[in-house]
């Protein structure tokens, strides 16, 4: 996948495929006070349009971009959010929920898959 800004992702554990669409992206700080970057996107079924954001907490992605020697930059942590939404539409995971926090694992998961991909090129 090239174009983390608007994609379809599916199925879901319900046979779904889902549209998604990149909103924003900003710090946490001036919305919820948290040390993160914030990933907003709009993910529509064709029946009911939802939002989700996707909290990179920002020491957790300094410490993933220092261990790749790759520099911090909003492309990279929409790519990041956008693959951990894939998984989360995939799996049913968080699903329910409208704001998820990644952990180290779910960051370096998809820092990982970002190396692979690039490196595949």
């Known amino acids: 996948m090239q174009d983390y800004r608007q994609f379809r992702v599916g199925p879901d554990p319900f046979g779904r495929t889902w549209s998604v669409d990149f909103v924003w992206l900003q710090t946490g700080i001036a919305i919820r006070h948290a040390d993160t970057v914030d990933v907003k996107f709009a993910v529509n079924d ?3 349009r939802e939002e989700r954001v996707i909290a990179l907490p920002h020491p957790l992605l300094k410490a993933a ?3 790749r020697n790759r ?3 909003d492309a990279w942590c929409m790519k990041v959010a956008a693959l951990h939404l894939i998984k989360m539409i995939q ?3 968080d699903t ?3 704001l998820v926090t990644l ?3 779910d960051i370096e998961a998809a820092a990982a898959e ?3 991909k690039r490196n595949a090129a």
């Open 114 to 116: 970002l190396e692979k």
């Open 46 to 48: 064709g029946e009911a």
């Open 71 to 73: 520099p911090l930059n």
């Open 96 to 98: 329910e929920k409208s």
């Open 103 to 105: 952990s180290a694992e």
């Open 91 to 93: 799996t049913g995971e």
């Open 65 to 67: 971009t220092a261990k």
